[in-house]
Structures are given as C-alpha cells and as structure tokens.
C-alpha cells in the first residue's frame, strides 16, 4: 500500500488568512476544467477548503470523522441542492497543511490530497492509499468523475439490481424505473442508488440526482465512472475499519432511519385490491377467525375509484364502495388494525380533482408556463410537483385529511415517477427556481417521502409515521422510508434474488427493504410449495407483507389448511420474536446497522463471502437460509465460523453441512452463545406486553461469556429514544468450570405502561443436568420453578423480576439464584 511520505506541518486556524493572502497573489497552472484555468485563491474558512480558479470552485468539507465532501462548481453555474445530505448536517473541524504540490485535508480517519497541477484527489485512510479520483474533465452538457479501482477490488452498491453481490464489471443506468415481473436478473429497478462500496472498507456517494451511469470497470476495468447529464457535480468519499462501521458513517450524514413504530413488524393484509368496504372488514375478521395474527390492512388503489383506469388523482373515498370510510377504519381500529392507504403523484384529467389542481398550478410544467400532460397506463395525465412548497402543502392537505379521519400510514406508489418525460419542468423552491425532469427524476420519490413524513409528524407529532414507498434516493432512510423490491414476478425465479435486493439495501442505508411475500406479477395457478417458502422466509425480513394481484389470493387466510397452519406458525413466531426484531430496529435507528446482514460480516478479511446471497444473519443470532427451489429435502449450508443450534430439532452443526427440511422448515439456525428474548404471541401488537418473558440461552461449552441487550419503548412515541422514555433488559453470561452465571440487569428511565415487574422464563438450551437443588441466596425454593425436557436437553427456570440486578448461577448438579446486593 501507498503511505504518505512527506511530513505536513499544521498550520493554525488563526494563521490561515495570513498564508493564503499570499497564495492569491500566486497563479498555478491548473487543468481542472480548462487548460487556461488558474488558481485565484485557496481558503481554509468555516471548515471547508476552498479553492477557486477562474472558471470553478472546488470545496473539501468534512461531514464526519471518517467523510469528506468533495463539490465543483463553475463560476457560471448556480448552486443545485445536495439531496443527500441531511438537512442538520455541519461541517467539522479538519487539519489543513500544503505544501508546493498539494493541498491537504485531514479529519480523524480519512485524509484528501488535492494536486494543484491537476487536481486530482488521493485518499487515505489512516495513511493508506484506498482510493484515487482522476483529474476532473466536465463541460457545460457533462458531469464525470473518475476514480482508479485495484485490480482484486470487489463493489456492492449501486441500489435496487439483481446482478449479483459484486457489481464490477456492469455500467448500471442510474434512472429509477419500474422493471415489471423482473427475475434473477436485472439492471434496472427501483432505487438507482449512485453508491458504491468497496471491500477496501471505503464507499463513494455521488450526490447528484440526475439521470446518468455508474460504470463499475466495465467500459475500463480499471475505472469507476460516474456521469450525469446535469445536477449537481459532487461526492462523498467515506472510510471506515469495518462495514457497520462505514455503514454509521453514512448514515451520519445522510440521516439515520427513525425508529418505526411497533406495529410495522407485525403482518400486513395486502393485495391488488380490497375493492369494497364489506371485503375489507370480512377479511380481517377471518384472520381473526383463523388466529393469524395481523397488524393492518392495505388499501390500493380502488379506495378512490371502481377502475384501475380513469380514477386516479381522486385522491378521496368513493363512497359506493366505501360508504362509511371513517366507521370502517374505527372498526378495524377496535380491532387493533391498523388501515394504510395507497396514493400515487399523478393526477389523472378524468379525475374529481384535475381542475383543482389546475386551479392551484401544483402540477409539472412543461417550461412554458403551461401544465405537462402526458398519457400513461392508468390515463392522460399531470404530475404533481413535489419540490415546489405550494405543491407540497396541497399535497400535505389530503395526507392530513385522511391522517384526521383515522388512516395510520402512507403506501407510495409508481414513484420513480412511472413516467416523467424528460422535458418537464419542477420549480425546486429550495433553489427558488425552475429545474428539469432529467435533473431531478432519481430524487422524485425521496422528496415526496419528505414532504409526507413533515405532514405526518406536523399533524401527530408524538406518533411515529409510517410510510413504505418504491422509489427513492440516497438517504431517503432519514424520512422514515420503507421501500418494497416492486412488481417481483410471482414464481420461484422471482423469489430467488430477494435475500440479494435487501442485503445490497442494507448497507446502503435502506435496511426495510422487503418484498411483495409470495411474488406480485403473473401466476395462473396457485403454487403452494413457493408460496409457503416466501412467506417462510418473509418471517425472518425486515417487514411482513403478503401481496399480489388478486386472481391469487396473497392473503394466507384464502388457501388450503395445511398453508394456513405452516403460514400461522411462522407468524406467531415473528410476534414471540418481537423483542428481538425491535431491538435490531432500535440498533438500526441508532447506527445504520441493517437487520439482514451479510455472511461477510462474520469474516470481513474472507473475499469469497462477498459474494453469498443464499443465506444471511437475522440479527447477531441467526442464520437464515431460505429455500428457493421445488422440491428440496436436504439443504446444504455453509455456516460461519463457531457452533450453531438448528432452531426446530436443537441439533449443533458447524461448517459446511446438510440440514433435512420438510414443507414444514427452513433452514432457520442459532448462534452459540446467543440470547434470543421472546414473548407471547398476540393477535395483533396491541395486546403487546414483555411482562411475560421468555429468554432463550443457547448454550455451549465453547462459549465463556455473551451478551445481550433488549430494546423496550410504548412502542409508537416519536421521541422515545431522543426523551430517553425507554428501557434496557441487559443479559450476560459467564461460563465456568463449575457453572454458568447468567446476570440481569434493567437501565434507563422507563415508559408510560412498562411492566413494574416481569415473570421470567430463562430456557437453557443444549443443557445436559436437570435441575437439581434451586437456591435463592441460599434459600431452598419448591421445584416447581425449575423443569428439565431430558429429549430436547432444555433446562427451564421461571421466577419473578422485580428488576434488580440478578444472578442466576446454574451449577453442573444445583441451579442458585442470587440477588446480588441485597440480603
């Protein structure tokens, strides 16, 4: 690896002015844009290095310990808006030296050198050369940035595409568009993320929302091309010592996920559509019925008309078929069931409110002051403008409308836009003026995101939005967006990239990604074998949503018994589970880190597990392989490093090696060493309480300690984490020769409605003593606190917790339970 060579002496900030006063005077012969351009001044100021020439500025700002920004602009041009970056960001305080050929900037991870020849861009983390951008060459009509890639360099990113793990060697449009039944492959979807990130522990966002590529080395194998037609010309490199650790990084400045509320993780009823309001209500009384657990229901597009075509851009009830909207929404409320609306940008000439919308100017402009209108699948058109405010406010008005009449969340449709001819015209009221379709085309569905989530949180702003879209941009995450991998087709081919899409999701942010659960497009038949496999799988994804064009019923209630009772068992077991889900989407809303994680992160230094998309981790505790072809008996995995318990049968496998299943599993495995908290399963999260809780031990010899912390809020406050009105379940293990000690302790300042006390089950898993003598500070208690399954080797101890901190020390003949520090 290349290591910085010349020693730098810091200049201080307060001599800054002084020495380039001097550098103003001194014209460099530079090659940025043009041959004739010459440097005029370079400033170190308010955190930024700024250097123009005579015909750019070029700025170096650093975002966070380990991001630096890198922005060009000609003299000529105006400012274009960063829509990555999230709106509180600062620059922070970096070192800045030179010395005759560079200009350098420095902050605690990441260092940038800036040749004042060509200014070309080496960066360094931690004094290592990671990667290098090219001397820039961009005219009036092209923006392009390149960068060097090694010859063994591996690169995820790039958003929403089924090309695999690595994507080097593809050119990748960077233009979200609709790819309608896609399978296993496609290089064209719904998030065209401009993201890189390489197995050098480095990414690079570029932060331009026009529509361009993304060469990954496949023009020259030995470059990284970004190139855009318009937007804004600039970049963010990020440097990290790990993949979580880059992932925070990102996510410090381009916004952390807020915490979604409770009810998002339980089951969605969804489909392509509820057509009346007597449907919707029977429907969530067979669930009931069924004992299937479920949280809301889904209401497409036919709530505001009887026709896929002519209706949208209605945007209100039509009351034949749904007569009384607000007493069905009461009652599915009384229920505990959520009702979530489906909307879409466009407003459709044939709709209720075309002239409404003429009469308010909220719609796209073809530049001459006249509304653009177009015709697409669902009728001729106009688009609203999201970036314009006024736009924006009429827009917000029919979410608040229907957020007062009781309506719990917002589904985004067709926003990519489905279509947006290149020629229309947004006026962007962040730059106070007009822009094309072509400039801000990838960043449409963000800012509408944005637009609703400011609406949401305006009208209850102590209740958490949600908000589930299929477009969107770098940073959407920050919104509270939770996008779905679009029209999949309804088959076992469109089942098989699904782990992909969200794992590449994840670590670019977009940890939520999840998939229409048992396909969406296509199917003249009903495949049971698949449906059940996808909706196995989706127990163990980010969000559960079964949906699909209606000639097939997606929901799990409308098929034969033996599906509906596989499917209930998986549910029922993603609501005991919630505690831990919550806890991983508490770690999420924290540090970025993504709840399906790749099987790269158990060996960051192994190549080759860049590459798996077969399986992945649930968390720090599972190992998750979904079965993605007919037929299968006997699946063989290959598990990271240490010994894992298989969930269903408790039998310890490591490595590589074969795991039987039937219609009935999948290959779900725990790590050793892990503590899997649980509760009882619920009809719905409602009726949610940890005051019963059953922690789950996976013990092993191997393992001399663990730990664990549980996540509990009300569940729905918007500031439950930034009020501190939460709680902490701290778990740990200690293993000895003579026993294991298994501690627990309780911190934070607590919620409305937190259990006073808990009754605690702890199973010890792959326990080989019954129970013996139970102790409570030496106090003999009955045995029937203790019971031992000598088949499953499952040791179970049950007591109350009053949440002190406690110990319980389980000996090789006799379990104690001693409270520490009290008598």
């Known amino acids: 690896m290349i290591r910085t060579l010349v020693p730098m002496k810091i200049i201080s900030t307060h001599r800054i002015g002084l020495l380039f006063a001097i550098l103003v005077a001194t014209f460099i012969s530079a090659c940025v844009h043009n041959p004739n351009s010459t440097v005029s001044s370079a400033e170190y100021i308010n955190n930024q290095l700024i250097i123009q020439t005579s015909h750019d500025r070029l700025t170096l700002s650093s975002l966070a310990s380990g991001a630096i920004e890198v922005y060009q602009r000609k003299n000529s041009e105006l400012e274009f808006v960063s829509f990555a970056k999230k709106e509180s960001l600062e620059y922070r305080p970096a070192q800045f030296t030179q010395n005759s050929k560079y200009w350098i900037l420095n902050n605690r991870l990441l260092m940038a050198k800036v040749d004042k020849t060509d200014f070309s861009i080496d960066f360094y983390h931690e004094g290592e050369l990671i990667t290098s951008q090219l001397p820039l060459n961009n005219s009036k009509d092209k923006r ?46 719904y998030f065209s993320l401009p993201l890189v990130i390489s197995d050098k522990k480095y990414s690079i966002l570029f932060d331009n929302s026009a529509s361009g590529f993304l060469d990954i080395g496949k023009t020259n194998k ?39 509320p409770r009810w998002a993780f339980g089951n969605f009823s969804s489909r392509f559509g509820y057509k009346n309001q007597q449907q919707v209500l029977d429907t969530i009384d067979q669930f009931i019925a ?33 007569p009384q909207p607000v007493k069905m929404i009461e009652e599915l409320k009384s229920k505990g069931v959520k009702t979530i609306l489906v909307t879409e940008p466009f407003i459709l000439s044939s709709s209720d409110r075309w002239q409404e919308a003429l009469d308010n100017e909220i719609l796209m402009s073809d530049g001459e002051g006249n509304v653009k209108r177009f015709d697409f699948y669902f009728g001729n058109t106009g688009l609203i403008d999201v970036f314009n405010d006024d736009a924006a406010n009429w827009f917000g008005d029919i979410y608040s409308d229907l957020t007062n009449q009781g309506v719990a969340g917002v589904w985004g449709d067709l926003g990519e836009p489905e ?48 908000i589930m ?36 999701m994840g670590l670019q942010g977009l940890a939520y990604t999840h998939s229409d659960l048992g396909g969406f497009a296509g199917g003249e038949t009903f495949d049971k074998e698949m449906y059940i496999r996808w909706l196995q799988y989706g127990a163990f994804q980010p969000v559960f949503r079964p949906h699909a064009q209606d000639n097939i019923a997606p929901e799990p209630i409308f098929h034969d018994q033996q599906t509906k009772d596989i499917v209930r068992r998986y549910l029922k077991l993603r609501y005991k589970m919630l505690p831990y889900i919550y806890s991983m989407a508490y770690q999420n809303s924290t540090t970025g880190m993504p709840l399906m994680r790749p099987i790269l992160f158990e060996d960051e230094s192994d190549a080759s597990l860049l590459t798996r998309k077969d399986s992945y981790l649930w968390g720090d505790s599972f190992f ?49 060493g892990a503590f899997v908290p649980m509760v009882n399963a619920q009809q719905n999260t409602s009726l949610y309480s940890s005051e019963e809780l059953t922690l789950h031990y996976y013990h092993d010899d191997s393992i001399k300690s663990g730990q664990y912390q549980m996540y509990e809020d009300d569940g729905h406050s918007e500031n439950s984490i930034s009020s501190g ?81 406690l110990m319980v020390s389980i000996d090789k003949k006799i379990v104690l339970i001693a409270i520490k520090n009290e008598v």
């Open 144 to 189: 392009q940035i390149q960068f060097r890639l090694t010859a063994d360099e591996q690169i995820m990113g790039g958003g929403e595409r089924v090309l695999g793990m690595d994507r080097r060697g593809h050119r990748m449009p960077l233009y979200n568009r609709a790819h309608y039944g896609y399978t296993t492959e496609s290089n064209q979807m």
């Open 222 to 260: 030995d470059r990284l091309a970004f190139e855009a037609d318009s937007g804004r010309l600039g970049y963010i490199v990020f440097a990290e010592n790990s993949y979580p650790k880059l992932i925070e990084q990102y996510v410090e400045v381009t916004g952390r996920q807020p915490l979604p």
């Open 290 to 322: 069924e004992d299937i657990p479920v949280d809301s229901i889904i209401l497409d597009l036919y709530w505001f008309g009887s026709d896929i075509k002519g209706f949208m851009g209605n945007l209100d009830w039509d009351k034949e078929s749904f």
């Open 419 to 466: 279509v947006h001819p290149d020629d229309g015209m947004h006026f962007v009221s962040e730059m106070n003026r007009t822009s094309s379709a072509k400039s801000l085309h990838n960043v449409y569905g963000h800012q509408w995101a944005k637009l609703v989530n400011k609406r949401l949180l305006r009208d209850k702003p102590n209740e958490r939005p949600f």
């Open 469 to 504: 879209m299929r477009s969107g941009f770098a940073g959407s995450q920050r919104y509270g967006m939770i996008p779905w991998t679009g029209d999949v087709s309804r088959s076992w081919d469109g089942l098989k990239p699904q782990v992909e899409l969200s794992l590449q």
């Open 624 to 672: 998750i392989h979904p079965i993605v072809e007919p037929g299968i008996s006997e699946q063989s995995v290959n598990l990271p490093s240490g010994t894992w318990f298989d969930f269903w049968t408790e039998k310890a496998h490591s490595g590589q090696t074969k795991i039987p299943v039937t219609l009935n599993e999948i290959p779900v495995l725990v790590r050793a």
């Open 725 to 805: 009105q939460n709680e902490w379940l701290n778990f740990s293990s200690t293993n000895t020769n003579k026993s294991l000690n298994i501690e627990f302790s309780k911190a934070g300042k607590g919620y409305v409605g937190a259990p006073k006390e808990r009754q605690l089950a702890l199973i010890v898993h792959n326990w080989a003593e019954s129970c013996g003598d139970i102790h409570l500070n030496d106090r003999k208690l009955s045995s029937a606190g203790c019971h031992y399954d000598s088949v499953n080797r499952l040791l179970t101890i049950s007591f109350d917790w009053n949440h002190q901190d």
